[in-house]
């Protein structure tokens, strides 16, 4: 049981390349959610999805896209990276109105 | 925006005392959750209490709700070195399909 994994753990872009985060679970979770994580600061919701094939806009939501064709697997895509865009990127999962499981996330720089 | 607000921003205590971190919300709350994030790593998650809920207790760690004061408090008796991380409270706010509002987390630091 893997729980909530995500790919790359490390990826360098530069300003205007694209790239999509991939976020696997194994848990059977209803719920996934992307978020951002700024130095010092708390998590922020970028997108979030209820379903297979459903998707919702969070707090942070331009400059990204997401998807969630299948129930175990949630996609972010950056189209056109912007510097303001580095950051640590936080995939979770979660049954509704339970505690959210974590993965361990991947650090993006943007130069 | 960010819902909830932790008190303090830094705590240092030496192992064996009692660590108390507060986070305070603004709009009414399904539940209220506790995660520690480990630097460099994700969030676990710690406890979870619903707003019909008053205190629960899980091994070393004991969540308060008042919601008529809307806030919550985190003990952490007999801390460890082990113990030092950073603590995220987080609302699950009514009306917010599910979304969770985390504030910008206690950092805790336990000396041997």
């Known amino acids: 049981n893997a729980g909530v994994t995500q790919t790359p753990k490390f990826r360098v872009l530069k300003t205007g390349q694209s790239m999509t985060l991939l976020c696997a679970q194994d848990?059977?979770?209803?719920?996934m959610y992307w978020y951002r994580q700024d130095p010092g600061m708390g998590l922020r919701l970028i997108h979030y999805?209820?379903?297979?094939?459903?998707?919702a806009k969070g707090e942070v939501p331009d400059g990204y896209n997401v998807s969630r064709l299948k129930k175990q697997n949630f996609l972010l895509g950056l189209e056109s990276a912007a510097p303001s865009q580095t950051s640590v990127y936080f995939c979770?999962?979660?049954?509704?109105?339970?505690?959210?499981?974590f993965g361990p996330g991947t650090r993006l720089t943007v130069t | 925006s960010q819902q909830g607000e932790e008190d303090p921003q830094a705590l240092s205590i030496q192992e064996g005392e009692n660590a108390t971190m507060n986070c305070s919300y603004k709009?009414?709350?399904?539940?209220l959750q506790w995660y520690r994030q480990n630097s460099g790593r994700g969030l676990v998650h710690l406890i979870l209490?619903?707003?019909?809920?008053r205190e629960k207790h899980s091994g070393r760690l004991r969540v308060t709700l008042d919601t008529s004061k809307k806030s919550s408090s985190l003990l952490i008796t007999a801390s460890r070195a082990a113990d030092t991380a950073s603590y995220f409270c987080?609302?699950?706010?009514?009306?917010?399909?599910?979304?969770?509002?985390f504030g910008s987390g206690t950092q805790l630091t336990v000396l041997p």
């Open positions: 979770a999962s979660s049954r509704p109105s339970y505690e959210q499981y």
């Open positions: 848990m059977n979770h209803e719920y």
């Open positions: 999805s209820v379903g297979e094939g459903t998707t």
């Open positions: 709009t009414s709350i399904n539940n």
């Open positions: 209490i619903r707003s019909n809920e």
């Open positions: 987080a609302t699950d706010a009514a009306g917010s399909a599910r979304q969770l509002t």
